[in-house]
């Protein structure tokens, strides 16, 4: 690797994180830089992840690709591949702070400026627990107990320091979430001006599609009430196509057919490059997740409108804390707020 690529060293996680890491490239202009992909085991997320690999490698970034998770040795092995490029950085670009591996990365690191992009709401979740000083924890979980935990503690602080601007470091959150402000900490608007630029306006169906969530999956959600949600919202908005978020299962998706008639679409590329690239409905209806946030940006120079789903009390689990359900109200009132956006009711 040579050094003037050494100088910035991205890595992303999810296909989300590397869209966000070429729109900071668009608005940072740092020269050329490197990309390290540690992908996921899940199939529709490297399948995602190797589409916009290419993606990367067409806008001058030097692509890597890494394995680094299943079996014994695999992350053994990309640790020391990286421990390298890891000492000469001056700049590292992370997408998930959460991401125990991206920890363990950042541990190892010297000192060097920070970029956090975005990964979804959870950058929302983490600037707040940042400001408070708490360790990081993602919204849908509790804090980690066990001899595990305890072992991966000082990892976990080491890297919460690098995530804190002092002794020379910067530290910049790249987002297109409504964060507060934090003392050190530059927060840059992500407006998706590269996506923009790149790809559409989009040919407009002139009906209504919704996006899928892996709130069921994550165990937030009981399964059949989100079903009966999405088959009472389909009929009621003519919504015909269901995107389906890559963590939905089969199962789940086989009755959204069945008992909602809705033709369910796998997405080959994260949401916002699909709703630029068309054709696209008119209307656009999500549960609160991320995408109440990036569409109303990516899709900006348009006249589709997204509109928030609702999520009633009753169709949480016994399983989901308070913690939980407040952040996902956050999610929904901030973009209502933010974006303006109109909120839909069900019965279920």
């Known amino acids: ?36 992909i540690l992908p ?8 995602q992840l190797r589409r916009m690999a290419k993606l990367a490698r067409d806008s001058g970034c030097r692509v890597l690709w890494r394995e680094a998770r299943g079996g014994a040795v695999t992350p053994s092995r990309a640790l020391a591949a990286l421990a390298g490029p890891l000492r000469r950085a001056r700049r590292l670009v992370i997408g998930d702070p959460f991401s125990h591996y991206l920890q363990l990365l950042l541990s190892m690191a010297r000192r060097c400026d920070v970029v956090v ?4 709401t959870a950058t929302m979740e983490f600037v707040a627990q940042l400001g408070r000083g708490e360790r990081l924890v993602r919204w849908h979980r509790t804090a980690p107990r066990g001899a595990r935990a305890a072992l991966f503690a000082p990892v976990a602080r080491r890297a919460v320091s690098r995530l804190r601007p002092g002794n020379g470091r910067r530290v910049e959150v790249f987002t297109a979430m409504p964060v507060q402000p934090l003392d050190g900490i530059t927060i840059t608007a992500n407006t998706f001006a590269w996506t923009r630029a790149r790809f559409g306006p989009p040919e407009l169906t002139g009906g209504s599609d919704m996006v899928g969530t892996s709130l069921v999956e994550t165990g937030v959600l009981d399964e059949e009430r989100y079903v009966g949600a999405v088959v009472e919202l389909a009929r009621a908005h003519g919504v015909t196509r269901y995107f389906a978020h890559r963590k939905e299962t089969p199962e789940k998706l086989l009755r959204l057919t069945q008992e909602a008639g809705l033709e369910i679409v796998r997405p080959e590329l994260p949401l916002e490059l699909v709703s630029r ?32 789903c609702d999520i009633a009390e009753t169709w949480y689990t016994d399983r989901v804390t308070d913690r939980a359900t407040g952040f996902l109200t956050t999610v929904t009132n901030s973009a209502l707020g933010t974006h303006g956006l109109s909120s839909l009711r069900t019965g279920k």
């Open 40 to 47: 996921p085991q899940g199939p529709a997320s490297r399948g």
């Open 117 to 120: 992009v975005d990964d979804g």
């Open 277 to 308: 690239c068309g054709p696209i409905g008119s209307k656009i209806l999500s549960f609160p997740s991320t995408v109440v946030h990036t569409l109303p940006r990516v899709l900006s120079d348009t006249d589709i409108a997204v509109a928030v």
């Open 1 to 36: 690797m040579s050094a003037s690529r050494a100088e910035t060293l991205a890595f992303a996680e999810s296909p989300v994180q590397l869209l966000n890491i070429l729109e900071w490239a668009h608005a940072a202009s740092p020269g050329a830089f490197t990309v390290v």
